[in-house]
């Protein structure tokens, strides 16, 4: 494993910037008649996000848990929270979110 020195690691924490993650989770009309349809809509508004450099990693929860996404976006709290009361999913109580601001490395993707 490659070792780093409290300087690198200095310097490379230096270079984070903000981002907020947002936990996607079931909400009330989860599942209930209609809903695939509004969900059809809430992924082609990540489509669309993501195309507009709003959304930087989405990630749909594939178990049994309540949990059903993981967003990143770069944004503020506050801009995401705006972003996330717009979603057609959330305007529609199929989903509710919670928001956690965060740090990471700009240029940081996951593999392929």
Known sequence: MTRFTDEQMR???STTREY???LLEEGP????EGADAIV????RRNFELRADGLLNIVCPIRD???LCG???FPGTADDV??????????????F?????PARSFPGDALGM
């Not at 059809?40 to 992924?43: A, K, P, T, V």
């Not at 929270?81 to 199929?94: E, I």
Request: no cysteine.
């Open 11 to 13: 310097a490379g924490l």
């Open 20 to 22: 907020t993650v947002v």
């Open 40 to 43: 059809w809509e809430h992924g």
């Open 81 to 94: 929270r705006r972003l996330m009361d717009d979603d057609p999913g959330v305007r529609a109580g199929v």
């Open 64 to 66: 049994d848990s309540p």
């Open 96 to 100: 509710t979110y919670r928001i956690h």
């Open 70 to 72: 993981v967003g990143i």
């Open 29 to 32: 009309q989860y599942g209930k």
